[in-house]
């Protein structure tokens, strides 16, 4: 069993609609954090956070560290928003992170 | 600031050859690491340095990758001898001490024929 899953591994919505990607992990983690890629292009830090809820812009990450669970949330979804996004975590005590598969999000017009 | 630079941007090779990746931190931030991304396995750190010293190599993969830090404005990831499956794209990141959030290069994209 991988130590953080996503899911779901690929996602199509339509444009203007609400999106939830989810994050679940199997360590003990000092953080976590998304990260946007888009295709061909680098890697982004969208948010780090290890407890509660932070939002920038369209996009609102939570995370519940009882039942060690994360979720990103696109509100008003735009074509701009295709990428792929990663969940990693940051174990307690040590520097390195692990990272989730990743999610593939198309917004079709 | 100018970001983490990596480069090349692209490399191509041929197997055997010695390759050279090569990058620059964003001033004052004292981790470094090297990750290494492929289609079938996702993004993997391959090893991170703190203040120059490498502390966790267990995600070089053989003894053909090395890598270096010889100051704090540059490190270098080498592979020798260069075989087909090392081709992916090769991340550098970068984050300061007490602050999470890493920052990312824009990567080299190594294809070895």
């Known amino acids: 069993k991988n130590e953080v899953e996503q899911s779901p591994q690929n996602l199509t919505a339509q444009e203007g609609e609400f999106i939830t990607i989810n994050c679940s992990y199997s360590v003990g983690i000092s953080a976590l954090h998304w990260l946007q890629q888009h295709p061909g292009g680098g890697i982004v830090s969208l948010f780090m956070l290890s407890s509660g809820k932070k939002k920038h812009g369209r996009l609102i990450a939570t995370i519940n560290i009882q039942e060690k669970h994360s979720s990103l949330h696109i509100t008003a979804s735009h074509p701009r928003d295709s990428a792929v996004y990663i969940c990693a975590v940051g174990r307690t005590s040590y520097d390195k992170v692990i990272f989730g598969p990743g999610t593939s999000l198309s917004v079709i017009p | ?113």
């Open chain 2, 1 to 113: 600031d100018a970001g983490v630079i990596q480069s090349p941007r692209h490399e191509v090779t041929e197997m055997g050859q010695e390759v050279t990746l090569r990058c620059k931190p964003i001033s004052g931030h004292d981790y470094l690491f090297w990750y290494r991304q492929t289609m079938m396995r996702g993004l993997e750190l391959l090893i991170y340095f703190n203040n120059n010293v490498p502390i966790d190599d267990s995600g070089m993969p053989e003894d053909r990758f090395s890598a270096k830090m010889p100051n704090a404005s540059f490190s270098t990831l080498k592979i020798q001898p260069s075989e087909p499956r090392d081709s992916a794209v090769y991340f550098c990141a970068t984050r300061r001490t007490g602050v999470g959030e890493q920052y990312f290069g824009p990567g080299t994209r190594l294809t070895v024929t």
